[in-house]
């Protein structure tokens, strides 16, 4: 099932997520939601809290286009350590939708997780996942990108969803369906 998407500047993107207790039939249904709402909207990336959900866990599918899907599910994700080594890459995020903007973090990380069978397991990520995995892990504590941006570049984003949403609000309410 597609879930709606929570976008910038409710309030809820900055809760901090629960560890997940028992990886059960819930939590595989939660995740598979999470996989197909994330191909629907398309991202690389989605943590639960996205769709409103204070639970820590994400989804990550880096595979392009034209390859086969290559879902993960990553549950209570922990960052063990952090390289020296800064990488800057483009990021966007499924709920500041059309801003994208270039942030620095570490190039490698290692992160240990649960899986869907509740197995424990640690990575060594780099590139394209360390940065995913860094992004969604934020999102756990209540962090979004544009947190790394300098102020007068995040209240500049803040601003402007703001203003987007007070105008959906004033929108007249329209019959669908
Ligand atoms: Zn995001």
Redo the contacts with the bound molecule.
Sequence with gaps: MIRPLVILPDPVLRKLSKPVETVDEDVRKLSSDMLETMYDAP?I???AI?IGIPLRMLVVDLAREDEPKSPAVFINPEILTRGDEPNVHE??????PDYYAEVERPAAITVSYVDLDGRKHEIEADGMMATVLQ??I??LDGV??IDHLSKLKRDMVVRKFKKLAREKDKAPTRMVG
């Design positions: 991202g990336g989605l943590a996205q990021e966007g995020c499924l709920s500041i992004h969604e934020d999102h979004l990108f």
